[in-house]
């Protein structure tokens, strides 16, 4: 791995949490509808101005090409479209959804189907150090809904613990079935609620972004020349 400092940000719509990759220091903060990049910003450089790192990985909640956000977040403040995080940090920066960094930090080898659960549902595919962004939230499950209406914090509210668990078992296991993955693994807030498991499912670590932004900078050491090839590829 480069001997590089890398400072995570996992953007959420209720707190933002930052760490140094590989050491002790945290740090949390209220997020807020109000939130811009520009506030963001201002608010790492006041808190953690004693930190020091080398290069950034963000987890940005919303959908993400290689040049950045694409869309404006739903559950914060606007401008994260084309605002230059290289140059407000000074600093080279890694941007990706953050389900994607959540997986990242989860994966554990073979092919790994992961399932964000929060406000929303976050779906990635990570396998041979491809991962691979996906929208399975968007599917349609039952009479006028996706699967983020029925799996979402809201369906838990509204409709019980008992229909959402019940969704919960016949989902997961279709999902990993269609998509050949070899294990699920289910992060986000509402994660802790499901019990039991599905088949070939666990739950992700608290600190499965601040890995996942690590190995965003990771190269990949081949096995034939121990030459570093490449970096983890996100595929748009």
Do not use: C
């Not at 994260?80 to 994607?100: Q, S, Y």
């Amino acid at each position: 791995m480069q001997s590089v400092q890398v400072l995570v940000i996992d953007i959420g719509g209720s707190h933002l949490k930052l760490a140094l990759a590989g050491r002790q220091e945290r740090a949390l903060f209220d997020s807020s509808p109000d939130l811009t990049p520009v506030e963001l910003i201002r608010r790492i450089r006041g808190e953690l101005e004693e930190w020091s790192y080398d290069v950034v990985s963000i987890g940005y909640p919303g959908r993400v090409d290689a040049g950045g956000p694409t869309h404006e977040p739903g559950n914060l403040g606007n401008g994260w479209v084309a605002f230059d995080f290289e140059g407000a940090f000074g600093k080279p920066v890694r941007i990706v959804n953050d389900a994607v960094m959540q997986a990242l930090g989860a994966f554990d080898g073979g092919r790994m189907l992961f399932l964000g659960l929060g406000t929303g549902v976050g779906s990635a595919l990570v396998t041979e150090h491809v991962i691979v962004p996906l929208e399975l939230g968007e599917l349609p499950y039952g009479p006028g809904e996706t699967l983020m209406q029925s799996l979402g914090r809201q369906a838990f509210e509204e409709r019980g613990e008992a229909r959402w668990q019940q969704v919960i078992a016949e989902v997961v296991p279709s999902l990993q079935r269609a998509l050949a993955a070899d294990y699920v693994v289910l992060g986000g807030g509402m994660a802790g609620q499901v019990e039991p498991l599905p088949s070939r499912t666990r739950r992700g670590g608290n600190e499965d972004a601040v890995i996942g932004g690590e190995r965003l900078w990771r190269e990949i050491i081949e096995p034939d020349d121990r030459k570093p090839s490449s970096f983890w590829r996100v595929v748009p």
